[in-house]
């Protein structure tokens, strides 16, 4: 039901920054929550950035404040904003989608980010 596109990643040196997009259809965007996962290599994918239909922003600790997560419905499109970055942050990121209790299945392609030391 729910299309995802995401673009805007690449290499760039440890702390660097990147800004992250993606394009979202199929449904009514506005309804939904949004956030944003990533799968290193040999791990599982992990959700780092939330923004809740309450409004609220979650962050897993290891992004709290080098991360952002935002939303522009007008465009339906979802943003996360990286500075600091570090090696670790090495994954493909994904986005998603909430109805308040399940997050979308459908994964879009991802966007690779590489952060060198």
């Known amino acids: 039901q729910v299309q995802l596109v995401e673009s805007g990643g690449g290499l760039v040196q440890s702390g660097g920054c990147l800004r992250l997009?993606?394009?979202?259809?199929?449904?009514?965007?506005?309804?939904?929550?949004v956030g944003w996962f990533r799968q290193a290599p040999g791990k599982e994918r992990q959700l780092v950035a939330q923004?809740?239909?309450?409004?609220?922003?979650i962050y897993v600790d290891s992004v709290k404040g080098r991360f952002t997560i935002s939303r522009d419905n007008a465009k339906k499109m979802v943003y996360l904003q990286m500075s600091s970055l570090e090696p670790n942050d090495t994954a493909v990121y994904y986005c998603?989608?909430?109805?308040?209790?399940?997050?979308?299945?459908?994964w879009g392609q991802g966007t690779s980010v590489t952060v060198s030391s």
């Open positions: 998603a989608v909430e109805d308040g209790r399940n997050w979308s299945t459908n």
């Open positions: 997009s993606c394009s979202v259809s199929g449904i009514i965007f506005r309804n939904y929550g």
């Open positions: 923004l809740a239909s309450t409004g609220r922003t």
